[in-house]
């Protein structure tokens, strides 16, 4: 009985864990559908969409490149952002489910960090050309603490599309009980009213 039992954990163990990835390809790559194959160029394995992206002044913005943008990737477990970090601007606290990340610092310094499941903070100071790794699922978040210079990044994603939750816009933007949020973050209504402010949709 503890033998079967044992077998029914790993068997759902190992479903969860390759529902949690890309799918196997059985082809050297995924053609689209409706695509002749024999049409395929190099072409199909080029993305020219990073070649102008600048975040809009004083912010942080990402140029996210997963399967949905770059069809090439589908299925190889791979995905790409490119980050710029206006001066004194954060990527907030924030969670890739389906993929871990590897950042490089393309120009300028970051701080980084990142929460284990056990609460213990992990942060670092990146110069150019450092690198940086976000297991999977992890908490973790990025600042340009410079006054003055922007930070340039990419980040490699184990994942074609790893996803993103965004702490504070999944917390205060989804909608989720006031009594609820008031309760679990030990807050004032005043307070959470300010909290959720930047993310209430604009008329």
Request: hydrophobic letters at 45%; aromatic letters at 8%; charged letters at 15%.
């Amino acid at each position: 009985m503890v033998t079967m039992k044992l077998v029914v954990v790993l068997m759902m163990t190992t479903v969860v864990a390759v529902g949690a990835r890309d799918p196997e390809l059985t082809t050297d790559f995924a053609v689209p559908v409706g695509m002749n194959a024999s049409m395929i160029t190099g072409d199909f394995f080029k993305f020219t969409g990073l070649r102008d992206f600048s975040a809009a002044p004083s912010t942080f913005g990402s140029k996210k490149v997963t399967h949905i943008e770059f069809p090439a990737l589908t299925g190889l477990g791979v995905g790409v952002t490119l980050l710029e970090y206006k001066p004194n601007t954060l990527n907030p606290p924030h969670t890739h489910p389906r993929g871990s990340e590897l950042i490089y610092v393309l120009a300028g310094h970051l701080d980084v960090g990142l929460i284990d499941s056990a609460n213990k903070l992990y942060s670092a100071h990146l110069h150019e050309g450092d690198l940086f790794v976000f297991p999977q699922n992890l908490v973790h978040f990025q600042i340009n603490m410079s006054k003055k210079k922007t930070v340039r990044a990419i980040s490699a994603f184990g994942s074609s599309n790893a996803g993103t939750i965004s702490l504070p816009r999944n917390i205060f933007g989804s909608g989720i009980e006031d009594e609820v949020l008031l309760k679990a973050f030990k807050i004032t209504s005043a307070e959470l009213k300010k909290l959720k402010a930047p993310f209430m949709p604009t008329m």
